[in-house]
């Protein structure tokens, strides 16, 4: 059968009700609503309050003597009698779980003679009644005591279990002596639905499928979906010819009868013939659950012919059932909580660990104990806060970063694959490194990832699961059929590493917690470092001039995300004024103690007697000798505060503004050369006069950019706010162009000349 939806997918769209299914659209086939039941009972729609049939399967007339006409339209009474009518009445009426009242034992009358049948109650999802009528076979009168007492020995057996495979194994024997059936399986369902033969009790002449595995497609998604509402289904006799429900859509609601709940409910053609293939002439499936979800099945099969339990056997299996799902659960947490409660112990020294902030975070996740103490791998590759770490055997850093990379593709906080080859095919993976990846996905792109190599194993699967179809002539058509075969088929599995298992991801989840809570501890603690050394190399106060307004603004960007802008403003000893903004390239310490540099090997030249275009020729010397990779902007004035000259010269800094008390605000005539950290650059000097009235006003690119506009938006909204203000204080533009998402620091020097 096609591939049905992975676990947490919803079941794919279904064909339309009456499509012919074959192997090409059976996991799409509306199997609840079959329009049809099994041979073996009678069904019938009632409708409430008046109890008035509805619908009623074709074979009613064979089973009970009662021609479809007769009954379809009519009181309840017309299809069981008046007297057996009236205890269905009183029992669907009094009681809301109809399911606890199971079966409603009634005796018929059939062609003048009197014969005992079981009635089972249903209410679909639609809130009709439905009302399935089985001859009654087995211990009568049938009771919960009965059922308890069937199994009550078994019962006690699973509960002295000590491990799984026993439970597995004493429920095989328990069903198959309660119910007959020549051969009992309990198969368990992997992550991804693949099923496995675990437990086995058969008739000694069978061949045994213990072990056997089978794919996910055998049980489509809508089948199983099915299995998870309706715990046992059962097929007395695999060869059965469908029974039609007259008519097919209901006549209240419009639509096709969901048979969800239906004991009676036909089966797919497909699945039957996938039976038939396998020798099957009758079968049982028992759900098993945990916590609502499909675990695995306890599946019966029968090969000498026709085989139908009785419904109080098959009440006492699936009550069965339900204590093996309970013991299962119970079993499978206590070993769970014995493997969570061990690596809660490594993850409380881990994170112990990490709360020393004097040691890097790559340092203490490979100490002792170290991440592979957490989660068993072959390697592992920390890529924290600047610092990488490696411990084991770990791919070449290229592989590292495409695994990475495809970790942050996916989207989650966490990321696995126990085959990388599948999820990056491009890459040339050296399956005894990096068969298999768990990555944890940190802010920022940072990371931690755990590799597994190939681990080679055998998997026995109950015939080939990459041919499970075959090709049949029906007359001049061929058709695909579900296999024939299901002989041992072993099949070598290669590149997959071992399955990353629910406590592995769960360890690593907690882990993620831990770090990110650490990352930002650290983080805030390095900003309020950055800030208090950035606040510290600003001047404390700028000259106050006699004839001149000098004013400065700084503010840090959103978030306390400490940028790397400067200003300085100071006086030489004949009386000039320095004006100076800058702006370093990125965040944090690093920026901030490059800025010092720059700012304090500028203020010396300046101060020596540079020029403002010479200043920035030795700056830019500096940086290239003394900082390789450190890039900067920078806007240098020297002000001759007696005749208003201005010698300037601009690093790649945005043109200050020269504004007047009329209103106007133009772009300063300076000629704009390369940053500070580009080779081979020549920086131009220019040269204007401030008029008296006339100003100033030099700023960093925070106060305009914006995200997700241009620059030049920017500056003309700077461009015409000066227009409407003149002359106006640094900290006022600010205010004017504030905004509270600002992605930089900003920073304003005005100079006025009244």
Known sequence: MPTSAPEGQPVPDLVPVGTPIDLDNCAREPIHIPGSIQPRGVLAVVREPGFEVQQVSANVEKLLGRPVDTVLGRHLSALLGPDQAARVEQTASAFGNLAQRNPVECVIEVAGEPRPFDVILHRDPGGVLLVEIEIAYGERPFSFPNTYQAVRSSVEDLNRAATLAELYEMAARAVRELTGFDRVMVYRYDAHYNGEVVAEAKREDLNSFLGLHYPASDIPAQARALYEKNWIRLISDVDYAPVPIVPTINPSSGAPLDLTFA???????????????MGVHASMSISLLRHGRLWGLIACHHYAGPHLPPFGTRAAAEFLGSTLSLRLVDR???????????????????????????EALSTTLLGAPDLLDLVPADGVVVDIQGDRGVRGSVPSPDIVSAVAAWARGAGDEIASSECLSDELPELDLDSQLAAGALVLNLPDGQSAIWFRREVLRSVDWGGDPHNKAIATNEGDEIRLSPRKSFDRWRETVHRRSEPWTLTERE????????????????????????????????????????????????????????????YDAFELRDGRLIVLVGDIAGHGVTAAGTMAQLRNALRAQLFAGAAPAQALQQLNDFCLHMMPGAFATVIAARVDLDSGQVEAACAGHLIPFLTD??????????????PVGVRGVTYAPSAFIVEPGQGLVVYSDG???????????????????????????ASWISTALATHNTQDDITIVTLRRP
């Open 263 to 277: 004991t009676l409910r036909s089966v797919s053609p497909i699945h039957l013939e996938y039976l038939g293939n």
């Open 661 to 674: 008390s009329v209103g106007d605000a133009a772009p300063a005539p300076i000629q704009l050369s390369p």
């Open 507 to 566: 360890s690593a989840e907690a882990l993620r917690r831990y770090l990110v809570e650490a990352m930002y501890r650290r983080t805030r603690g390095a900003l309020r470092v950055a800030e208090t050394l950035q606040r510290s190399l600003l001047p404390e106060s700028i000259p106050t001039l006699e004839s001149w307004q000098l004013s400065a603004h700084y503010e840090p960007a959103a978030g306390d995300n400490v940028g790397g802008d400067w």
């Open 703 to 729: 106060l305009v950019e914006r995200r997700g506009e241009s620059i030049d938006d920017g500056l003309n909204r700077l461009a015409q706010t000066l227009s409407r203000t003149g002359n106006a204080q």
């Open 332 to 358: 499978f947490e206590g070993d769970l909580l014995q493997k969570r409660l061990g690596a809660q112990a490594l993850l409380a020294k881990l994170t112990a660990a990490t709360a020393d902030d004097t």
